[in-house]
């Protein structure tokens, strides 16, 4: 068990955990993101609220979701050790602290959109989450529709989503690194796998705002 916890809190193992932590979240999107199309139904929301009524009241997917905040929060923490230690490791060789110098674009840019990805996380889970599950919100549907007909809320949720594909991106790219498949046999397989998730996932994520903000949510009005 020690040689365990050594091995995590070693500079291989936090990029290990990290690129672990990620990629199951990735996946995670393609689930939640299946779920959130059903609004685009035209039942009047029924589905949707279907969904959501299952997610909210099932035994085991109550317990999943402790498991998907218990991968988001290890994350996180990594995600700032490991910036604690490089953030530790310039100080120590520069005399003269030159953030050009220091550090890369890329990494720089890595720390803000995971500083914003979780700021957007934190309205999202506010927004939508908690009302579900905290404040007995029956009809999600008319919620999705009543807040996606403000403008700022959808141009907000838009800039969300690109700065997600900006971090999916140069996340994979981290990961497939850490993991040693960034090789020119797999070359072609992984920036097509890399493109679906930080690509084609936001996109379809962005159709849903979008969709009801220009429609009025036609598709949902009933419930309203």
């Given at each position: 068990?020690?040689s ?5 809190n070693?500079?291989?193992?936090k ?10 979240l990735s ?26 009524h ?27 050790r490991?910036?604690?230690?490089n ?7 520069y ?8 550090t890369?674009?890329?990494s ?5 959109s ?9 309205v999202h ?17 008319g919620?999705?529709v009543?807040?996606?007909q403000?403008?700022w ?10 700065v ?10 981290s990961?497939?690194?850490t ?9 072609g ?8 998730f ?6 379809l ?7 009801v ?8 009005a009933?419930?309203?």
């Amino acid at each position: 068990m020690n040689s365990f916890f050594t091995f995590i809190n070693s500079s291989v193992g936090k990029k290990l955990l990290m690129s672990l932590t990620g990629l199951f979240l990735s996946l995670f999107l393609i689930v939640h993101l299946a779920g959130n199309l059903l609004v685009l139904r035209q039942d009047g929301g029924e589905s949707f609220n279907t969904y959501a009524h299952f997610m909210g009241g099932n035994p085991l997917v109550r317990t999943l979701e402790i498991g998907l905040f218990l991968f988001i929060a290890v994350h996180i923490v990594n995600g700032v050790r490991i910036w604690w230690q490089n953030r530790k490791a310039r100080g120590k060789r520069y005399d003269v602290y030159r953030l050009d110098e220091n550090t890369t674009l890329p990494s720089r840019m890595m720390a803000l959109s995971a500083s914003l990805v979780l700021l957007f996380l934190v309205v999202h889970l506010r927004k939508f989450w908690v009302p579900a599950r905290f404040e007995g919100e029956q009809n999600m549907a008319g919620l999705v529709v009543t807040t996606f007909q403000n403008g700022w809320y959808v141009l907000f949720y838009l800039i969300a989503l690109v700065v997600l594909g900006y971090h999916l991106r140069h996340g994979f790219q981290s990961a497939f690194q850490t993991f040693g498949w960034k090789t020119k046999r797999y070359a072609g397989l992984i920036e097509f796998a890399a493109a679906f998730f930080w690509l084609v996932i936001p996109v379809l994520f962005a159709c849903i705002p979008l969709y009801v903000y220009l429609t009025g949510g036609a598709a949902v009005a009933s419930l309203r």
